[in-house]
T-cell receptor, first 114, second 114 residues
Framework: AQKVTQAQTEISVVEKEDVTLDCVYE???????LFWYKQPPSGELVFLIR??????QNEISGRYSWNFQKSTSSFNFTITASQVVDSAVYFC???????????FGKGTKLTVNP | DGGITQSPKYLFRKEGQNVTLSCEQN?????MYWYRQDPGQGLRLIYY???????QKGDIAEGYSVSREKKESFPLTVTSAQKNPTAFYLC?????????????FGPGTRLTVL
């Protein structure tokens, strides 16, 4: 199966620490999209970023940054100067080329303590 | 406001009963999806629909049924044949007019079988 692996099940940090969430994916597709979603305690999945397989530029949005490395099939997510409001479960996902499916990792639960 | 609504937020059902979860979107999205989330797990696709009056099975369709009579609505019925229905159910939608594959999610329904 073409899996998405988030090896970190839970991470706990203290506010203002930087934290990186790892995501490694498997694929045989040449064209695909990668995603990160945030799931706060309320339950709704909030879209954070989409990256297509041809664009390996890193992206920064405020305190969030993403590092896409096709050579290692990784799409890691870093939160700089974490805040309590960042506490959530974060999911990495990959589209399957030519189909409607998204394949999700099992998520990483991030707890930011004051 | 544009968005995806799911109702009810919490649902309790007795064993042997069918129950229907509502999902409505006013984003004019073509495609709609149902996912199931179990504790500590990623999302698994139940059913999806790209057009009115048509839908396809996802990875775990057994014990579920759907309909797509209107573009805005994609209700999910959890039947008594579903052996372990207690879970968090998420509905999503996506525009098919772009190739970005981004799915947007509703707030979810938590189903508990008593």
């Amino acid at each position: 199966a073409q899996k998405v692996t988030q090896a970190q099940t839970e991470i706990s940090v203290v506010e203002k620490e930087d934290v990186t969430l790892d995501c490694v994916y498997e694929t045989r597709d040449t064209t695909y999209y990668l995603f990160w979603y945030k799931q706060p305690p309320s339950g709704e999945l909030v879209f954070l970023i989409r990256r297509n397989s041809f664009d390996e530029q890193n992206e920064i949005s405020g305190r969030y940054s993403w590092n896409f490395q096709k050579s290692t099939s990784s799409f890691n997510f870093t939160i700089t100067a974490s805040q309590v409001v960042d506490s959530a479960v974060y999911f990495c996902a990959r589209s399957m080329g030519g189909s409607e499916k998204l394949v999700f990792g099992k998520g990483t639960k991030l707890t930011v303590n004051p | 406001d544009g968005g995806i609504t799911q109702s009810p937020k919490y649902l309790f059902r007795k064993e042997g009963q069918n129950v229907t979860l509502s999902c409505e979107q006013n984003l004019n999205h073509d495609a709609m999806y149902w996912y199931r989330q179990d504790p500590g797990q990623g999302l698994r696709l139940i059913y999806y629909s790209q057009i009115v009056n048509d839908f396809q099975k996802g990875d775990i369709a057994e014990g579920y049924s759907v309909s797509r009579e209107k573009k805005e609505s994609f209700p999910l019925t959890v039947t008594s044949a579903q052996k372990n229905p207690t879970a968090f159910y998420l509905c999503a939608s996506k525009s098919l007019r772009t190739i970005t594959d981004t799915q947007y999610f509703g707030p979810g329904t938590r189903l508990t079988v008593l």
